[in-house]
């Protein structure tokens, strides 16, 4: 299975509600990275928080990481229909490895 | 900049043909890779290179290969296409330190592959 596994799968909610997305990992870490995808296209950087963190803020977002559980929370306040898109964490295994290892991504659908 | 570019966008290949997906970026970044996407699957990381002359596998490798002479070209060589390999290819790209790990990754914006 994946070193970064997300829940839930898919997520549909109305616009100026909150969204949730939560990542599981099952080795040790250098960094936790959120990135989101639109439909048909690449990937865009969102947020990296390091293994020493515990919470960071980007204008709605707000990410956590728990290290002892190792997983990590991706938090969407006040959604917009725009923010519809997939999501994906994605975990640094060290500088050794040179590997960042993606999970395989929550489907938000925000209603206007 | 132009960022990391990526060609063609769209290639149709029968099975046992082989072809090079070319990547290219202008950011001086020390790491590249390459990452199929599959519907419910995610990116799956193909292949990797911390620096020119050097690269490594990544978690499906197999059927893939690359090469990395310069730090700004990393292509994907399918030696004889399969079915299995009809994906999206996405490559990328980023700057690392050995204290801090991977920075954030610039994404290209992939090719689409089908292989009959």
């Known amino acids: 299975s994946q070193q970064g596994e997300e829940d839930p799968q898919a997520l549909s909610i109305q616009e100026g509600e909150n969204a949730t997305m939560n990542c599981s990992y099952k080795t040790s870490i250098n960094n936790l990275q959120w990135y989101r995808q639109n439909s048909g296209r690449g990937l865009v950087h969102l947020i990296l928080i390091r293994s020493n963190e515990r919470e960071k803020h980007s204008g709605r977002l707000r990410v956590t990481l728990d290290t002892s559980k190792k997983s990590s929370s991706l938090l969407i306040t006040a959604s917009r229909a725009a923010d519809t898109a997939s999501y994906f964490c994605a975990t640094d295994l060290g500088s050794n490895t040179g590997k960042l290892i993606f999970g395989q991504g929550t489907t938000l659908q925000v209603k206007p | 900049n132009a960022g990391v570019t990526q060609t063609p966008k769209f290639q149709v290949l029968k099975t046992g043909q082989s072809m090079t997906l070319q990547c290219a970026q202008d950011?001086?970044?020390?790491?590249m890779s390459w990452y199929r996407q599959d519907p419910g699957m995610g990116l799956r990381l193909i292949h990797y290179?911390?620096?020119?002359?050097?690269?490594d596998q990544g978690e499906v490798p197999n059927g893939y290969n690359v090469s990395r002479s310069t730090t700004e070209d990393f292509p994907l060589r399918l030696l004889s296409a399969a079915p299995s390999q009809t994906s999206v290819y996405f490559c990328a790209s980023s700057y690392t330190s050995k204290l801090a790990g991977h920075n954030e990754q610039f994404f290209g914006p992939g090719t689409r592959l089908t292989v009959l």
């Open positions: 290179s911390v620096g020119a002359g050097i690269t």
């Open positions: 950011m001086n970044h020390e790491y």
